[in-house]
């Protein structure tokens, strides 16, 4: 929520860019990991420490895109 009132005046437009831009960004980062690499884990701050792998990283970014990106198309239905 308060990503969402922080963001208010930020317009359409440079909404998409942003996604576009670190979809791609991330897209880049997750093919440029290995196989060893994802079983590799360390403590994760916002999970209260919790120990988790890459690959379970990896698979917490992308949904987070994805909500993301559903986020700002509903507002665009909204406001459309």
């Known amino acids: 929520r308060r990503h969402a009132e922080?963001?208010?005046?930020v317009g359409v437009e440079e909404t998409v860019a942003l996604l576009r831009a670190n979809g791609a960004r991330l897209a880049e980062l997750l093919r440029s990991v290995g196989e060893a690499q994802?079983?590799?884990t360390a403590a994760?701050?916002?999970?209260?420490?919790?120990?988790?792998?890459t690959e379970q990283m990896a698979e917490v970014a992308i949904r987070h895109c994805r909500v993301h990106v559903a986020s700002a198309r509903a507002a665009l239905v909204v406001e459309g």
């Open 6 to 9: 922080d963001c208010s005046g």
């Open 38 to 40: 994802l079983g590799r």
């Open 44 to 53: 994760f701050g916002p999970g209260n420490g919790m120990t988790v792998s």
